[in-house]
């Protein structure tokens, strides 16, 4: 069980560190980041942004979460809920909070991701390792 809640606590980190990243570039305004000033200043800009930073964080969690996971969990199920379902997540609060706008056929493609990955996470089995 306790591999099932660091899948769930991977993908959890994983889309709250896509969308710090997506707050952290919004930080940079209409000019965004500029590699033209050279690469150095794109990474000072980069590590000023505490935002960016803790997404990066996020993503290291989500690593460590997602190997430990692994470690038990078949790749053929873990992937598809990692996926799918920071997937879901992600549009959800983009379309709530980032006020992008999700057509009905979108929102049917949503449902159809979310019922893909409860087919193969319902027989997620955590197997035995010698």
Same mark, same amino acid.
Do not use: C
């Given at each position: 069980?306790?591999?099932?809640?660091?899948?769930?606590?991977?993908?959890?980190?994983?889309?709250?560190?896509?969308?710090?990243?997506?707050?952290?570039?919004?930080?940079?305004?209409?000019?965004?980041?500029?590699?033209?000033?050279?690469?150095? &200043?794109?990474?000072?800009? $980069?590590?000023?942004?505490? /935002? +960016?930073? %803790?997404?990066? =964080?996020?993503?290291?969690?989500?690593? #460590?979460?997602?190997?430990?996971?692994?470690?038990?969990?078949?790749?053929?199920?873990?992937?598809?809920?990692?996926?799918?379902?920071?997937?879901?997540?992600?549009?959800?609060?983009?379309?709530?909070?980032?006020?992008?706008?999700? &057509?009905?056929?979108?929102? $049917?493609?949503?449902?159809? /991701? +979310?019922? %893909?990955?409860? =087919?193969?996470?319902?027989?997620?089995? #955590?197997?035995?390792?010698?």
């Amino acid at each position: 069980m306790r591999y099932v809640i660091a899948l769930a606590a991977a993908l959890l980190l994983n889309a709250m560190a896509n969308l710090m990243m997506k707050f952290g570039v919004r930080r940079f305004g209409q000019t965004g980041l500029d590699p033209q000033e050279g690469y150095m &200043s794109l990474v000072s800009e $980069v590590l000023r942004n505490w /935002v +960016l930073l %803790g997404g990066l =964080l996020l993503f290291a969690g989500n690593v #460590v979460l997602y190997t430990y996971a692994l470690h038990r969990i078949k790749i053929s199920a873990a992937y598809p809920v990692m996926v799918g379902g920071g997937f879901a997540i992600i549009a959800v609060v983009a379309w709530k909070i980032l006020d992008e706008h999700l &057509s009905p056929g979108q929102w $049917v493609g949503v449902g159809l /991701v +979310l019922a %893909g990955v409860y =087919l193969i996470a319902r027989e997620m089995i #955590v197997t035995q390792v010698p």
